[in-house]
C-alpha cells in the first residue's frame, strides 16, 4: 500500500479522499491555489503545497506545477479526484514518467472512452445498445444526409466532449446548421476539438449509470445503478439509488452489460458507464463513460456499504478486488441533493461569506462539504457547496429523510438552492418516480416557479401595499404580515 498519496484536487472530493487515506493509513497530501490558502482540504491534510494563484488554468490544470509538489512532499501516488485533470491522459503520462502510481484507469481507457465515438464502437463491440446515430464524426456536408436517415429530433454532440457541453438538440431540418455551428464553437472553446457526431434524441429519457470498478488483474465488479435524470442545462441535480423506473429484469441485463464493457476494454480503477433509458420502450441504450470517481458516488456508497474511494486505493497499489459480485448487496434507497449557491428564485449564482453553518447528523445521513464558517465561496471554482444524502429503508422513507436533513441545512450568509430541491422533492411527477430528464427544465419554465414563491408573493405584497397607499391609507404591519402569510399559503398550496 501506498505512503503517501497526493490529491491533485480541492473542495469537498479532497476532503473525501483525505478522509479515505486516512482510513487505511495513508498520509495524505494536498496541493491548493492562493485563493484556497485556509480552505478546508487544507486544514485537513499531513501537507499541503501551493500550486499557483487563483485561476485554475495556473494551478488546479497545471500539471507540471502538480508533478512537481508530488516530487517535492515524496509521494508515492496521486489521486485526481474529479474534474481538473481527472479525465486527462496527458496527466496520467506525466504521473507515470514520474514515478508516481495514478489512481485512476489507463491513459489508454481515458483516450478511447473520452473520445464519444470511439466508446460507441467499443460498447457496440462489447453488445452493449448504442442509440440510433452516425458511426463517426461527421462534417457539415455529411450531416444533412446523416439527419434525414437518422430522423427527428435528433442531437449534435461534441465527440470529445462532456458535462452536458458540446450538445444541441435538433427538432427540425432547418435548424441542423445552426446547431452544428453553436456545438463545433462550444465544444472547440471546451475541448479544444470541434468533432461532432449526430445521435437520436431519446424524448422520454431518463439518464442511468452504473457504478464500476476493476482491478489490474482483470477482475471487474458492478455496483447497481444510479438514476441522475433531475438535470438542469444538462447538469445533475437529485440523484438516487436505486432507479424507480428499471424492472428486475432491466436491472440485471444493465449492470451486467457494463461489466462486459469494462472487461471487454481492460478497464481498471473507478468508472461509471452512462446510459439513456427510453420510458417508452423500456429500452436503455449506452450514453457514455465517465473514467473517475463520480461526485455522486455517495449514494452508491450508503446503498451498498462499500467503500469505493478506498476500493480506488487498493487497485491502484495492485491489489485484487477485495470482494466478489455476490458480496454486494442493495439495500433500501439513497438520494443525494446537490446544495448550489444559487438564488432559488432567480436561479442566478450567488455569493458571499458563511457566517453560520449548520449541518444535518444522525442515522441515515451524511453530508460531503468542504464548508466552514468563514468559508468564503470563491467565484473561481465549481460552484457546489456541499452534497446532502440520506438513506431510507425504502424509496419514500430516503426522500423524507433528505426533506428533514435539508431542513436543518443552514449557511448563514451566503443564498443555496435548498428551496428549490424541496419543492422538486415534493413535485407529484417526482414522487411518482416517473420523471425524465426533461423534467426539472419544464417545471422551471412554469411561470411561478421560474420565478420561484417568495418573489411572487414580494411583488403580490409590493402591489397590495401600492394600491393601499393610492387609496390614501399608510400599510399596517401587522396587516402586511397577514397577507404576506396569505399570499405564500396560496403559493405553497397550488392555488396561486
Not at 168 to 189: F, I, K, N
Request: include cysteine; glycine fraction near 10%; aromatic fraction near 6%.
Amino acid at each position: 500500500m501506498f505512503k503517501k498519496v497526493l490529491i491533485a484536487n480541492r473542495g469537498e472530493i479532497a476532503c473525501r479522499v483525505i478522509r479515505a487515506c486516512h482510513k487505511v493509513g495513508i498520509q495524505a497530501a494536498v496541493v491548493y491555489s492562493d485563493a484556497d490558502a485556509d480552505a478546508l482540504h487544507v486544514r485537513m491534510a499531513d501537507e499541503a503545497v501551493r500550486i499557483g494563484p487563483p485561476p485554475a488554468r495556473e494551478s488546479y490544470l497545471r500539471i507540471p506545477n502538480i508533478i512537481k509538489a508530488a516530487k517535492k512532499i515524496k509521494a508515492d501516488a496521486i489521486h485526481p479526484g474529479y474534474g481538473f485533470l481527472s479525465e486527462k491522459p496527458e496527466f496520467v503520462k506525466a504521473a507515470e514518467d514520474a514515478g508516481l502510481a495514478f489512481i485512476g484507469p489507463s491513459a489508454k481507457a481515458m483516450e478511447q472512452m473520452g473520445d464519444k465515438v470511439m466508446a460507441r464502437k467499443l460498447a457496440k463491440a462489447a453488445g452493449v445498445p448504442v442509440i440510433p446515430g452516425t458511426e463517426g464524426t461527421v462534417s457539415d456536408r455529411a450531416a444533412a444526409k446523416a439527419a434525414k436517415g437518422i430522423g427527428f429530433p435528433l442531437m449534435v454532440k461534441a465527440a470529445d466532449g462532456g458535462g452536458g457541453m458540446g450538445i444541441r438538440v435538433v427538432e427540425r431540418p432547418e435548424d441542423l446548421a445552426t446547431a452544428l455551428e453553436r456545438a463545433r464553437a462550444q465544444a472547440a472553446g471546451a475541448f479544444d476539438s470541434s468533432r461532432v457526431y449526430l445521435e437520436k434524441r431519446i424524448v422520454k429519457a431518463s439518464h442511468i449509470e452504473v457504478q464500476v470498478m476493476g482491478d489490474l488483474h482483470g477482475g471487474a465488479l458492478h455496483f447497481y445503478e444510479r438514476d441522475c435524470s433531475v438535470q438542469r442545462r444538462n447538469q445533475k441535480v437529485i440523484e438516487e439509488t436505486p432507479s424507480a423506473k428499471l424492472t428486475p429484469e432491466t436491472r440485471q441485463a444493465l449492470v451486467e452489460s457494463a461489466v462486459r464493457l469494462v472487461k471487454k476494454i481492460g478497464y481498471y480503477n473507478a468508472g461509471t458507464i452512462e446510459y439513456l433509458f427510453d420510458g417508452d420502450s423500456g429500452q436503455f441504450y449506452f450514453l457514455e463513460m465517465n473514467t473517475r470517481i463520480q461526485v455522486e458516488h455517495p449514494i452508491t456508497e450508503v446503498a451498498t456499504g462499500v467503500d469505493l474511494v478506498e476500493l480506488q486505493l487498493l487497485v491502484a497499489a495492485g491489489e485484487h478486488l477485495p470482494i466478489a459480485q455476490d458480496d454486494i448487496h442493495h439495500s433500501g434507497a439513497a438520494i443525494e441533493a446537490r446544495i448550489y449557491p444559487e438564488d432559488p428564485s432567480t436561479l442566478l449564482p450567488t455569493s458571499g461569506t458563511v457566517e453560520h453553518l449548520a449541518l444535518p447528523d444522525g442515522d441515515g445521513v451524511r453530508v460531503d462539504t468542504a464548508l466552514y464558517e468563514g468559508y468564503s465561496v470563491s467565484p473561481y471554482y465549481e460552484p457546489m457547496m456541499a452534497k446532502v444524502i440520506a438513506r431510507g429503508d425504502d424509496r419514500d422513507a430516503a426522500i423524507a429523510n433528505l426533506q428533514k436533513a435539508l431542513d436543518r441545512f443552514k449557511t448563514g450568509g451566503v443564498i443555496n438552492n435548498i428551496p428549490l430541491i424541496k419543492r422538486v422533492l415534493n413535485h407529484p411527477t417526482f414522487k411518482s418516480g416517473a420523471y425524465t430528464t426533461g423534467f426539472l427544465e419544464g417545471y422551471l419554465k412554469e411561470p411561478h416557479q421560474a420565478m420561484g414563491n417568495e418573489l411572487v408573493a414580494a411583488i403580490a405584497l409590493a402591489i397590495a401595499q401600492a394600491r393601499e397607499k393610492s387609496e390614501g391609507g399608510q400599510p399596517n404591519k401587522w396587516r402586511i404580515f397577514g397577507r404576506r402569510a396569505q399570499v405564500v399559503g396560496r403559493l405553497g398550496s397550488g392555488v396561486a
